[in-house]
């Protein structure tokens, strides 16, 4: 079957860095997307990897390992608006999103 | 912006009623998408489509339905409202030749008493 795993929750200070990591496993792939949801609010698009590696945007970078089906979202000098959950979802051979159930990052002071 | 809108944030009905949900995108994205979020599961997708008049089922189509009369509104019915059916739903569109990013709705939180 396919499956999305990521971690419920996680908190971090503000100031320092995380991790929030998510394995995969689906009948063929094309790349995995990062989204981020703020409580009551529609998921916005974080970004997107297809090809091994690290792709950085400012703050935040995502990595993907494609032979061992992990993708990682590494979040820098948080902030308190960081706090909110990241959703990993694959896209499988059929161009259709797999989903994970998101994890929940609380930032302290 | 790409603006995609849903009809109600809050919608509260009655066991039994047919309910329907509005998602209207400003973009000419053909691809249009309707989930449901619920605690501790990811989304799960109800129902798509790739053009109008067009409707594919996801994972979990039992007890709605779908409408694409025109490109840019996507409407959700829940044919006889049950109380498992109380959840967020959001609505998604994106372009057919980028299918690499989705925009998503504010979500209409429905329960149903």
């Known amino acids: 079957g396919q499956n999305i795993d990521q971690p419920t929750e996680m908190t971090a200070t503000e100031g320092a860095i995380v991790q929030i990591n998510c394995t995969y496993q689906?009948?063929?792939?094309?790349?995995l997307f990062w989204y981020q949801q703020h409580a009551g609010e529609a998921p916005t698009f974080l970004s997107y990897n297809v090809l091994d590696g690290l792709e950085e945007k400012g703050r935040f970078s995502s990595f993907l390992s494609r032979s061992k089906g992990y993708s990682y979202l590494l979040l820098k000098e948080l902030q308190m608006k960081d706090s909110a959950s990241y959703l990993c979802a694959a896209l499988d051979s059929n161009y259709q999103l797999i989903w994970g159930a998101g994890t929940k990052l609380i930032i302290k002071p | 912006d790409v603006k995609v809108t849903q009809s109600s944030r809050y919608l509260v009905k009655r066991t039994g009623e047919k309910v329907f949900l509005e998602c209207v995108q400003d973009m000419d994205h053909e691809n249009m998408f309707w989930y449901r979020q619920d605690p501790g599961l990811g989304l799960r997708l109800i129902y798509f489509s790739y053009d109008v008049k067009m409707k594919e089922k996801g994972d979990i189509p039992e007890g709605y339905s779908v409408s694409r009369e025109k490109k840019e509104r996507f409407s959700l019915i829940l044919e006889s409202a049950s109380t498992n059916q109380t959840s967020m739903y959001l609505c998604a569109s994106s372009l057919q030749s980028d299918i690499t990013e989705a925009f998503f709705g504010q979500g209409t939180r429905l329960t149903v008493v």
């Open positions: 689906t009948s063929g792939f094309n790349g």
